[in-house]
């Protein structure tokens, strides 16, 4: 059975990472969405196990002295990390593991693992991005002026990944990010 490719997919918050993840879910059997672990609290409808593996920061700071993490990052005072181990036993049964993680998390998967394949999601623009921030509708101001301040500082990071895919509109984008696979699994 030929390994899969470990696919780091990162872009700032709000510009539709998770809708576009839902529709390659959908598309291409072979992808797997790596589950992360956070300390940040549930969002309405999330499932502990499923959306991420919602742990205190106590149990998030063992498994970082434990070494279990490919990758660990703090964004807007809580913490996410990837478990090493789930990943490369997905990649070993042939699935394309797409680690949907912010820019610094993906820095670090590239350093330990050159052979990763990179795609920076962009939005249409700034502005855009902020109405997407706002129509979620799950955060207070504050949050979304850390999250904007963010996202501009986030952007700047495009020029590292191999890829970059403007999300635009949700099809085109996704079958776009299909066509990187094909293309790296040749």
């Known amino acids: 059975m030929k390994k899969g490719k470990l696919v780091i997919y990162t872009g700032c918050s709000g510009v539709g990472k998770g809708t576009i993840m839902k529709e390659l879910l959908k598309n291409d059997e072979s992808i ?3 589950v992360s672990c956070t300390t940040r609290v549930p969002r309405p409808g999330e499932i502990d196990g499923v ?8 149990k998030f700071n ?4 434990e070494d279990g993490f490919l990758e660990y990052a703090t964004f807007c005072d809580n913490m996410y990390g990837t478990p090493e181990k789930a990943v490369d036993e997905l990649l070993e049964k042939g699935y394309n593991v797409f680690l949907e993680i912010e820019v610094q998390g993906g820095m670090q998967v590239m350093k330990k693992r050159p052979d990763c394949v990179s ?3 962009t939005p249409p623009s ?3 991005l902020e109405r997407r921030l706002r129509g979620r509708g799950t955060e207070d101001e504050e949050t979304i002026k850390k999250r904007m301040y963010r996202a501009l500082e986030e952007l700047t990071y495009e020029k590292y990944y191999k890829y970059s895919v403007l999300n635009d509109e949700v099809d085109r984008a996704t079958q776009e990010i299909i066509g990187i696979l094909k ?3 040749e």
């Open 32 to 34: 797997k969405l790596s």
């Open 51 to 58: 959306h991420y593996y919602f742990v205190s920061k106590d």
């Open 62 to 65: 063992k498994i970082i002295e």
């Open 119 to 121: 795609i920076f999601i």
């Open 126 to 128: 700034v502005e855009e």
């Open 183 to 185: 293309k790296e699994s």
